[in-house]
């Protein structure tokens, strides 16, 4: 899932173009991903929506589709909402974090089992960007690229919210030494 809000340019830094996500995201090994582009207009007025809509999808080597994004007041998780909402013709709440839509995509679609590759929140690094450079939030916030994620605790509370008001879906994390691993199984073959 695409979503990004690092698009416009209060948001971002040096590499923390569009085009950058593009380039990585039509790299392998994400070319063979499907695409759920999450379009910001509706959130972001002043992004460079051009970028996150129906017409650009074609810059990525990937096959997608675009969904609109409901903007919560404060940051709410909305997770009373996630299993009544249309992804579809609603679109997708993203709430403090982009793990949240990727859950509420998951609740919305009825998964059974649910497995997080690359949601390690260990360090602060950002797979579009290089290895050592850093987000511009990182650098502001005086952090370092091996501090553990700063949305860590917060994601961790809107997961466990999530396993306890929809325990038929199955959570479980790739990566062992991911934070996740904290609140959910491994997932072993």
């Avoid at 416009?8 to 590499?15: A, L, N």
């Avoid at 039509?26 to 759920?36: A, E, G, K, Q």
């Avoid at 017409?55 to 940051?75: Q, S, T, Y």
């Avoid at 390690?120 to 850093?134: C, H, I, N, R, V």
Wanted: with cysteine.
């Amino acid at each position: 899932m695409i979503r990004e809000q690092a698009n416009y340019k209060k948001r971002c830094g040096p590499g923390e173009k569009p085009h950058h996500l593009f380039e990585a995201m039509s790299s392998d090994p994400y070319d063979r991903s499907v695409l759920i582009v999450h379009d910001q207009e509706n959130h972001s007025p002043d992004a460079h929506t051009k970028y996150y809509s129906t017409e650009n999808l074609a810059k990525f080597a990937n096959d997608g589709i675009v969904v609109k994004d409901i903007k919560l007041r404060k940051h709410a998780a909305g997770i009373g909402k996630w299993g009544k909402t249309d992804v579809f013709t609603k679109g997708i709440i993203h709430g403090e974090m982009s793990l949240n839509n990727a859950l509420h995509f998951s609740i919305s679609m009825k998964y059974d089992r649910v497995i997080f590759i690359g949601v390690d929140l260990m360090d602060s690094k950002y797979f579009w960007l290089g290895e050592d450079e850093k987000r511009h939030t990182i650098v502001r916030k005086g952090k370092n690229l091996s501090d553990m994620h700063t949305k860590c605790p917060e994601t961790l509370r809107v997961v466990r919210a999530m396993q306890e008001r929809y325990p038929e879906t199955s959570l479980f994390v790739y990566n062992e030494d991911s934070k996740l691993k904290e609140i959910m199984p491994l997932w072993t073959k």
